[in-house]
């Protein structure tokens, strides 16, 4: 009898895929209309809150009218120049002669928030796209972006508190789809534009270059790693020129647990709350700043090993993933948009299971900080204080490291099936889009 229910579900499944490789274009599209309406409603009454009114928006506005948007409140931008160019840029277009009075900064709040459903959209269209060059089809197909578009802590969040990490992902997927079909070039261009918006995938660019360099070799790739480089270097450093932007970008994420680790849900709190209120012992800043340096260097150079070593057999998504998460797993501060980064690549990987398993642990840990922050209905008040915060760090950690256990476990598998040719040379399992033979 269970062998018979095992077929009939195995036939059942066929024949999902069958439709759904027949109707995707709907199902998506229907997805995409129905999510849009969803936060639609969601926009016209909020208001983006503050990090969107008081930071994004007036840092932003500063910049395209040519002055230093790091000069005063430098904590209130903590990002690349490029993110607030592309925020200034969404204003200047949907608001024209805009200022900041109480009367329109709603109009313009509203307004970068309408740009975000393009963007999600864009996001759920490049994963399934990613997948569909990955040859992955049927319900492994649909799915990953369909919860991307339907997750609550991915789709409603960030629109309720609004970030604007939200318009930094379609260039984060779109360079992963580029890397998928063989563009390396434009993949590595694109991902190190995304970290120059945001600065979490900066592991993940070393990292791609590595696995180029080993791939199609170091004088192949270096037009590719210079352009890169110079990408790098003019977004994220060259603006050291403006006065505030290392005490902004660098003060923020070195920054030690304001709030008496009551302020994100990072496993550094262990330093910042638990330690102080269990033994009694405060912490210097030099010394956290000690344990967050070891912790991602390490992390960083057992991915780097990784990935030299297993150049041959190792996907540009992986690549792409590891390097987003060795970065988030120790970072100081952490908040449900910044996994997001993570979670993106690791969507565009096609597998069901493990893409469920994530989005679930994910889920539950925006719930659980929605709580610690004692957002009503709150069952759980006792997760407001530091220990709460430390539980829910946890949870958050949780993410994090199960998808890079599932990237790392499948990495390992993909080296067996290893084939043999008439002279006895070994052909390793080659990345199917496109393939590099070596000469």
């Not at 983006?48 to 430098?74: E, F, R, V, W």
């Not at 918006?197 to 037009?223: C, D, E, N, T, Y």
């Not at 992390?299 to 992986?318: E, H, K």
């Not at 256990?405 to 598998?413: A, H, K, S």
Request: charged share 10%.
């Amino acid at each position: 009898m269970l062998e018979s229910l095992r077929l009939r579900l195995h036939s059942s499944l066929a024949t999902l895929d069958v439709l759904i490789d027949n109707c995707w274009p709907v199902i998506l599209g229907g997805l995409i209309a129905l999510t849009t309406f969803q936060k639609l409603s969601l926009i016209l009454h909020t208001d983006g809150g503050g990090d969107l009114l008081g930071a994004d928006i007036p840092k932003s506005m500063m910049l395209i009218a040519g002055q230093n948007p790091y000069t005063s409140n430098p904590w209130a931008s903590p990002y690349p120049p490029f993110l607030l160019a592309v925020v200034g840029g969404i204003i200047r277009l949907t608001s024209s002669n805009a200022i900041l009075a109480p009367d329109t900064i709603g109009v313009i709040s509203r307004n970068v928030r309408m740009t975000g459903l393009c963007a999600d959209a864009t996001v759920a269209l490049l994963v399934f796209l990613t997948l569909r060059a990955k040859r992955v089809s049927g319900l492994s197909g649909i799915v990953p972006p369909a919860l991307f578009l339907t997750l609550p802590s991915i789709s409603l969040s960030p629109y309720y508190w609004f970030n604007s990490d939200v318009l930094g992902y379609p260039i984060l997927a779109a360079s992963v789809l580029a890397l998928v079909l063989g563009r390396y070039f434009l993949g590595s261009v694109l991902l190190a534009t995304a970290t120059v918006f945001k600065i979490h995938p900066i592991l993940a660019v070393p990292l791609v270059l590595v696995w180029l360099a080993k791939r199609q070799g170091i004088a192949k790739s270096l037009p590719t790693i210079m352009t890169t480089g110079s990408i790098l270097s003019f977004g994220l450093v060259a603006p050291a020129v403006l006065p505030g932007y290392l005490e902004s970008v660098l003060g923020f994420n070195l920054s030690s647990g304001f709030g008496g680790g009551t302020s994100s849900f990072t496993m550094m709190n262990l330093l910042y709350a638990i330690f102080p209120l269990v033994f009694h012992l405060s912490l210097p800043t030099s010394l956290e700043n000690q344990v967050w340096l070891a912790a991602t260097a390490t992390l960083f150079v057992a991915a780097l090993s990784i990935v030299w070593s297993r150049a041959r057999v190792l996907n540009p998504v992986d690549a792409v993933a590891i390097g987003l998460l060795v970065w988030l797993i120790p970072l100081r501060q952490i908040y449900t948009h910044y996994l997001v980064w993570a979670i993106v690549p690791f969507l565009m990987r096609g597998r069901l299971r493990q893409t469920l398993m994530v989005g679930s642990l994910l889920e539950i840990a925006n719930i659980m900080s929605s709580w610690s922050w004692d957002l009503p209905p709150d069952p759980f008040p006792v997760l407001a204080t530091a220990y709460g915060f430390f539980v829910t760090s946890l949870a958050y950690l949780s993410v994090s490291v199960t998808a890079l256990v599932f990237v790392l476990r499948e990495i390992g598998v993909r080296r067996q099936p290893d084939t043999q040719e008439a002279d006895g040379s070994v052909i390793l399992e080659r990345y199917p889009i496109p393939t590099i033979r070596s000469t």
